[in-house]
């Protein structure tokens, strides 16, 4: 049996007929977007089994999609698609193939679900340092072009590209702030010493020593053009 669990399905709360038609009678409407697991079948004989459980008239099913569109777990009142055609059902799952379904689960390969927190205090966490890198970035960002809450993201990289959106936010707080210079890995201090008395000293060894008397020291901070930072 191959059945792979999709992280996102994009399913439109309602529909563009519906949004226009309430348009025109004067009622508001939203549309919004949710998340729910999906599970894509391509397994020819597990195909056939469920296109005959679930009484589906088709005669070529190359890919089976079931969508968790009530998110309580896969099972009846949820949707079947079917491909190539594109044919939405509704299942009515038997004991056999709801036995199936409930060993369906979705778990992320990461997730994380706080209060909200520095970008740093999840950068110090211990264990798994890269995830909670790209989450510091990512809060990095809104924190400091975003001040207000809420704000709902999406991000998907793949070979054909990247997807990226932002909705639920409020236009009038998003202000563009640049990110701070980049910290050189090395940074070169400069003393500059201002010599206001010398003497020589003559031991019996013959040896010659110079001594410098300082009185006073200098610091100063030097920028060049490539942003480098040096005190």
């Known amino acids: 049996m191959k059945a792979v669990l999709m992280l996102m399905f994009?399913?439109?709360?309602?529909?563009?007929?519906?949004?226009?038609?309430?348009?025109?009678?004067?009622g508001e409407v939203t549309v919004d977007k949710m998340t729910v697991p999906v599970v894509s079948i391509q397994d020819p004989s597990l195909i056939d089994f469920f296109v005959s459980e679930f009484f589906i008239a088709e005669t070529l099913v190359t890919r089976l999609e079931i969508i968790d569109a009530t998110r309580n777990g896969f099972g009846e009142d949820d949707l079947v698609k079917t491909y190539p055609s594109e044919q939405i059902y509704f299942p009515v799952p038997s004991d056999s193939a709801q036995k199936i379904m409930n060993s369906w689960r979705f778990k992320a390969n990461f997730q994380i679900v706080t209060e909200n927190r520095a970008p740093e205090e999840f950068e110090n966490l211990p264990q798994q340092k890269a995830e909670n890198g790209i989450l510091a970035s990512i809060l990095r960002g809104v924190n400091r072009n975003y001040q207000d809450q809420p704000?709902?993201?999406?991000?998907?990289?793949?070979?054909?590209?990247?997807?990226?959106?932002?909705?639920?936010?409020?236009?009038?707080?998003?202000?563009?702030?640049?990110?701070?210079?980049?910290?050189?890995?090395?940074?070169?201090?400069?003393?500059?010493?201002?010599?206001?008395?010398?003497?020589?000293?003559?031991?019996?060894?013959?040896?010659?020593?110079?001594?410098?008397?300082?009185?006073?020291?200098?610091?100063?901070?030097?920028?060049?053009?490539?942003?480098?930072?040096?005190?």
């Open 10 to 26: 994009w399913a439109l709360c309602l529909l563009q007929m519906a949004a226009k038609g309430g348009a025109e009678k004067g």
């Open 151 to 231: 704000i709902n993201i999406w991000f998907q990289r793949d070979s054909s590209g990247v997807t990226f959106e932002m909705w639920g936010f409020k236009e009038s707080a998003l202000t563009y702030s640049p990110p701070p210079p980049p910290v050189p890995d090395s940074v070169v201090t400069y003393d500059l010493v201002h010599v206001i008395r010398s003497d020589t000293l003559l031991n019996t060894d013959s040896t010659l020593y110079d001594l410098i008397y300082v009185y006073k020291t200098v610091s100063d901070t030097l920028y060049f053009d490539d942003g480098v930072k040096v005190e």
